[in-house]
Every structure is written in C-alpha cells, then in structure tokens.
C-alpha cells in the first residue's frame, strides 16, 4: 500500500482543529462573559437568516449555525460527492463524527463563526462557511467553505465568503488565510476573486491570504 503524507496531514488538521476548538471552550470557562452589540444567537431562528439570491436566480437563506442546526449540516455533508468530500478534508472522509458536529455547531460566533445556506425552496441545507481565529493572532482567521454538489458553480461560494467577511470585520478580524488542495480549481478561484495571495506552498496545498478591508475603508 502506498501511503499517502496528505491524508495524514489532514487528519492532524483536523485533530488540531478540534484540540483549538476544545482549548477555546476551556479558555473562556471561569471568565466573565461581556455582552457584544449585535451578537448572533447560538440557534438557527427564521429572524437570523438573510435571504439572497445566486447569479442564477435561485435564492437560499443565509444564517448563523447553531446546535440546532446538527441535522442539516449531517444531511449536507451525506450529499456531498466523494469527490467534493476529499476537495473539502484534503483526503476521504466518510462521516462526520460526533465530535466533530459538535465542533462544527457549538460555536461562540466570535471566535469562532460559521454561517449556513438554505435552498429556499425545500429548506435543505446547501453551503456552509466558516472562520476559527488564529490561537496566535487573533486578527487573523481560517476559513473553509463547502457547497454542495448540486449548487456549485451558481455563485453561493462567493455569497458565503462575502456575509463571512462581513462578519469576521465586526469581530475585529483583518485576515484571512485559507489551506486548498493544489487540485481544487474552484476555491482557488473562489479565493483569487477575493483578492487572495498565495503566501505558502506545501506538498499537495496551497495557502493564500486575504486581506479584509475595513467597513470605514470600504465605504
């Protein structure tokens, strides 16, 4: 058997990933919580979600993810090509487990954010972006994005990426930066139409960087 040093990157990502996410909840145990202006709620609420519509004319609803959104990222993630699958953990990846449906919807929205899409018409989910801040500088943020099959290619990426701009702004992040597969063409453009730079190259992935404009600089 050949084996291959990318799965096994992926694999410590995404165990560094959850150990972030675990370092962060401990972090913040014992410490006063101090309210934010405009801070999203944890759970999916009609009132959250903002509607838009693609370059195609279809319209989906954009909104914070929450706990309560576990059974809508599961059903993505099942209609998920295994190719889109790979492209996405930069290696195969079956299932989503428990542990890490928590990580991906236990989150502070601060920290650590992630906004989902639903198809307006049949309520089934069909994108999710989201930043986890750097441990070591916190004005910069990576970020991930997935679509699923069906509606790639439509312009939700983009949609995505900008409303998790937005966000990331508000909570005082002033970078992104962004790990893709060498073989992924559509989130290194996804990424190159944000302005991105390609900061680093390793075995099999690249890492670009994008700036965030502030809201006073970009009015």
């Known amino acids: 058997m050949v084996y291959d040093y ?3 990157a992926a694999a410590e990502r995404q165990r560094q990933l959850l150990a972030d996410a675990e370092n962060f909840r401990r ?3 014992g410490r006063p919580r101090r309210p934010r202006p405009g801070r999203r709620s944890a759970r999916r609420s009609a009132g959250h979600d903002r509607p838009a519509v693609l370059r ?3 319209e989906v609803l954009i909104g914070p993810v929450g706990p309560a959104d576990v059974p809508f990222l599961a059903d993505g993630f099942a209609r998920l090509s295994a190719r889109s ?5 930069l290696g195969p990846k079956k299932q989503l487990t428990p542990a890490e449906l928590r990580y991906l919807t236990e989150i502070d929205h601060h920290d650590h954010e992630a906004l989902g899409a639903l198809d307006r018409a049949s309520g089934l989910s069909v994108g999710v972006a989201r930043y986890v801040r750097s441990f ?3 004005q910069a943020a990576e970020i991930a994005i997935t679509v699923v099959d069906e509606w790639q290619r439509r312009g939700l990426g983009t949609e995505l990426l900008a409303q998790l701009a937005q966000r990331a702004r508000e909570e005082g992040i002033r970078r992104f930066t962004a790990l893709v597969g060498a073989d992924n063409v559509a989130m290194t453009a996804l ?4 302005g991105a730079d390609l900061v680093r190259r390793e075995s099999a992935t690249l890492v670009y960087e994008i700036p965030l404009v502030p809201q006073e600089g970009a009015r």
Not at 85 to 89: A, E, I, K, M, P
């Open 6 to 8: 990318r799965y096994a």
């Open 191 to 194: 990424v190159r139409t944000a």
């Open 136 to 138: 070591e500088d916190e």
């Open 56 to 58: 195609d004319g279809s």
């Open 85 to 89: 699958r790979q492209l996405r953990f």
């Open 27 to 29: 972090a913040r145990q």
